[in-house]
């Protein structure tokens, strides 16, 4: 069974920094593709960032520039380093885990970021 543990949120001020990271048990954790979604109140939930097997990543729009997400298969840990936070990036961020039809989530944890 694979469980994923998300840490590192807060509250932080506008222009601030986290890092959020997700420790993976269980499952062969180098071969999937990890996953940072965030879901602000009252919206849906929203991919954040990718990276995949071999280290490439994708960021949404909104992040790019402010976010790097990384892997280290050794630790079976993903990371997501959050960089000039605004007040739209709060809410509670998901690590995910997927490798074909497994998927597998975290409980979350709450970014607030005041202005």
């Known amino acids: 069974q694979v469980q994923l543990v998300e840490s590192g949120g807060g509250l932080v001020q506008a222009g601030g920094s986290l890092r959020l990271s997700c420790a993976v048990s269980?499952?062969?954790?180098?071969?999937?593709?990890m996953n940072w979604y965030r879901q602000a109140p009252g919206k849906q939930r929203e991919l954040v960032a990718t990276?995949?097997?071999?280290?490439?990543?994708n960021y949404a729009d909104s992040v790019k520039g402010r976010f790097t997400i990384s892997r280290d298969n050794a630790k079976k840990a993903v990371y997501l380093q959050m960089n000039s936070l605004k007040p739209e990036d709060t809410a509670v961020y998901y690590c995910?885990?997927?490798?074909?039809?497994?998927?597998?989530w975290g409980q979350g944890t709450q970014v607030t970021v005041s202005s």
């Open positions: 995910n885990a997927r490798r074909g039809s497994f998927d597998s």
């Open positions: 269980g499952g062969i954790f180098s071969l999937n593709v």
């Open positions: 990276i995949f097997v071999g280290g490439n990543t």
